[in-house]
């Protein structure tokens, strides 16, 4: 039988709030079923996430700027 996660033990294992969660299901960014009213995120589906690629962003962290800009 296949695990399903609720949101918020999803949030637990992926370390963010609840709803981040919430965002990411309601964008499609993590796939989830919707029962009624109550969100559940399958086990294959958090795993995806989890090894999907993070898309970039137009942001910059101090490693992406170059040295002569700090």
């Known amino acids: 039988m296949m ?20 965002e990411w299901l309601r964008t499609g960014k993590l796939k989830g079923v919707k029962a009624g009213r109550q969100w559940r995120i399958r086990e294959p589906d958090l ?3 989890l090894v999907e690629p993070v898309p970039v962003t137009g942001h910059q962290t101090a490693e992406d700027t170059p040295h002569e800009q700090l």
Do not use: D, H
């Open 47 to 49: 795993e995806a996430f």
């Open 3 to 22: 695990k399903l996660y609720l949101p918020e033990e999803a949030a637990e294992q992926l370390r963010v709030s609840t709803r981040t969660i919430f």
